[in-house]
């Protein structure tokens, strides 16, 4: 897959206006939190949701250079350093640990917002421009993102048999949101002629790799999912392009 860049916009501007627009959405949520319009648990998983969507769909803006991948890979590692300076307390932040954490306590916020920062910021280096990015980045950001929602219903649910602490609505959440993300962000680049797919089973490949990574959370230490569903989503998408 190739993208194309029809912003005539150089790095440093795709960058700054990239920027903008993840903090203006990251900082809606977290005030929308301060002001306990949403709960803790919903604006830290509005924001795992948002911040990848948004991020990915800048992408276009930066032209096709390694100049343009450097300055894209910035913005979520910056992101990173952040929660990472916040989780360690050098800089007290209470809107961020407020809208981030589930007990509020800064030190969660060393952990999966880290993961999930590092995880944005290495696919982007590794797999800039390239289908597999949107395969890694939205089943981590919709999939992990939407299951604890749905997952959470009680009436009609059941939890896992090989893990009582996930259900299956959460599990089928998980695979549903996840493969609709990835065939509904490669359609529009598409169809917007923003990138050409050389993936002709990406919908196929969408569905196959969501259920494996939704299978995988299933199976996974708590706080490591990240992780796990970023190697696995990785391994299954390549295997799957061989055919």
Not at 29 to 51: C, D, E, G, P, Q
Request: include cysteine; charged fraction near 10%; charge should be positive.
């Amino acid at each position: 897959m190739r993208y194309l860049s029809p912003f005539p916009f150089d790095a440093l501007t795709a960058f700054i206006y990239t920027l903008a627009t993840t903090g203006a959405v990251a900082m809606s949520i977290m005030v929308t939190r301060y002001l306990n319009i949403v709960s803790s648990n919903s604006s830290r998983k509005l924001l795992h949701i948002s911040m990848a969507a948004v991020f990915i769909l800048c992408w276009p803006m930066f032209p096709d250079t390694d100049e343009g991948k450097v300055y894209a890979m910035s913005i979520p590692f910056l992101f990173t350093v952040v929660f990472w300076i916040v989780g360690r307390r050098y800089v007290q932040s209470t809107i961020i640990v407020d809208a981030m954490s589930r007990t509020g306590k800064a030190s969660e916020l060393t952990a999966g917002p880290v993961q999930y920062g590092i995880i944005m910021t290495l696919t982007t280096f590794f797999y800039w421009k390239r289908v597999d990015a949107i395969f890694v980045i939205l089943s981590l950001a919709f999939g992990d993102g939407f299951a604890p929602w749905f997952g959470a219903i009680k009436k009609g649910n059941k939890a896992l048999w090989w893990n009582p602490s996930k259900t299956w609505f959460g599990l089928i959440a998980f695979a549903v949101f996840s493969a609709l993300s990835i065939i509904g962000y490669c359609y529009y680049f598409q169809s917007q002629h923003l990138m050409r797919i050389a993936d002709r089973n990406f919908v196929f490949n969408a569905c196959v790799v969501s259920v494996v990574c939704a299978l995988t959370e299933s199976l996974t230490i708590a706080n490591y999912d990240n992780i796990t569903v970023s190697a696995v989503c990785v391994l299954m998408y390549n295997y799957l392009k061989k055919f």
